[in-house]
Structures are given as structure tokens and as C-alpha cells.
């Protein structure tokens, strides 16, 4: 069973920076895509970011120029730089891992798309105080 782990998350306040990484472990296949997604508090999950497997980006209008992706160790580790921090980054991020080309989208999925054609981690919780 594929196996993704987040850690990274943190309190920091507005103006600061946060790496998450995301461990994929267990893989039997290579993904068709990846996303760092967030759930902020009462509210339902967005996507933060999406990269396909020849490394094309999208990002949320919300985060561009401040947020990075990057992957490593052979693409079995997702990054997400996250610069300039604002109060309403504060969320639970999510890193995902599409296994169907249904899952992928042009742009990115939904989390429904995830849900049903890939896999998630259990999250890493980010706080940004004003």
C-alpha cells in the first residue's frame, strides 16, 4: 500500500517561511501526478499546487511567487517552499499522489479526483499568526 508522509508544518508568524516535504514510500508505480492540497479551518479543501510527471507546475493564484514545489530523491520526495507566510495560509496541507491519468486533469484535480484515483498523506498542520 502506497504510503505518503508530510512533516514540515509549524507556527510561524506572517512574513516567515516553512519547507514541507512529503516522503512517498511503497510505490510500485510511478504517479501520474502529484499536489499539495489544504483544508484551512471550517472550510473545504483547495489545491495548492499540482506538478504532472514531466514536471509542469500550476499553482493556486493564492500562493504563486511566494510558494515553490520541487521534488527530489528521485521524485520519491515532494517539497513545498513556502515564503512570505500570511495568516491565511493557515491550514492542514495535505501532499497527494494521483495513480490514474483520471486523477490528473490538466491543471490539477479535484480532492474528490484524489480521493477516488490516488493517495493522501495524514497531513502537517501550518499556523501563521498576524
Known amino acids: 500500500q502506497v504510503q505518503l508522509t508530510e512533516s514540515g508544518g509549524g507556527s510561524v508568524q506572517a512574513g516567515g517561511s516553512l519547507r514541507l516535504s512529503c516522503v512517498l514510500s511503497?510505490?510500485?508505480?510511478?504517479?501520474?501526478?502529484m499536489d499539495w492540497f489544504r483544508q484551512p479551518p471550517g472550510k473545504v479543501h483547495e489545491r495548492v499546487v499540482h506538478?504532472?510527471?514531466?514536471?509542469?507546475?500550476t499553482y493556486a493564484e493564492s500562493v504563486k511567487g511566494r510558494f515553490t514545489i520541487s521534488q527530489g530523491n528521485g521524485n520519491s520526495t515532494l517539497f513545498l517552499q513556502m515564503n512570505n507566510l500570511k495568516p491565511e495560509d493557515t491550514a492542514m496541507y495535505y501532499c497527494?499522489?494521483?495513480?490514474?491519468?483520471?486523477?490528473?486533469?490538466?491543471?490539477?484535480?479535484?480532492?474528490?479526483?484524489?480521493?477516488?484515483?490516488?493517495?493522501w498523506g495524514q497531513g502537517t498542520q501550518v499556523t501563521v499568526s498576524s
Open positions: 497527494a499522489a494521483a495513480f490514474h491519468a483520471s486523477g490528473c486533469p490538466s491543471g490539477g484535480g479535484t480532492w474528490e479526483a484524489i480521493q477516488t484515483f490516488g493517495r
Open positions: 511503497k510505490v510500485s508505480r510511478i504517479p501520474y501526478c
Open positions: 506538478i504532472d510527471n514531466e514536471g509542469s507546475t
